[in-house]
């Protein structure tokens, strides 16, 4: 059975730093597209950043330059590193495995940004 689960949410102020991580088990990430996934109360959720199975990297307009995804094949993790948060990125961070039709989530980690 698949499962992910993520960890390294919290409280930060505004232009801090997280490293948010995604564990997988029960299958192995390469063969997944993985992505961070946010919502934030009262809006939809929207994809943050994605990772093909061949490493190729995309961003949402409002976290390019600040974010970065990135995996560790071993350890089999997904990473979200965000600098320079602001108030507006506090939300509930899930991670996706998707292939094909298959898809899976995570129960999310919780980003609060507030001075």
């Known amino acids: 059975q698949v499962q992910l689960v993520e960890s390294g949410g919290g409280l930060v102020r505004p232009g801090g730093s997280l490293r948010l991580s995604c564990v997988a088990s029960?299958?192995?990430?390469?063969?997944?597209?993985m992505g961070w996934f946010r919502q934030a109360p009262g809006k939809q959720r929207e994809l943050v950043a994605s990772?093909?199975?061949?490493?190729?990297?995309k961003y949402s307009d409002s976290v390019r330059g600040r974010f970065t995804i990135s995996k560790d094949i071993p350890k089999n993790t997904v990473y979200l590193q965000m600098s320079s948060l602001k108030f507006e990125d506090t939300a509930v961070y899930s991670c996706?495995?998707?292939?094909?039709?298959?898809?899976?989530w995570g129960q999310g980690t919780r980003v609060t940004v507030s001075s």
């Open positions: 029960g299958t192995l990430i390469y063969i997944w597209d």
């Open positions: 990772i093909t199975r061949t490493n190729s990297t």
């Open positions: 996706n495995a998707s292939c094909l039709s298959a898809n899976h």
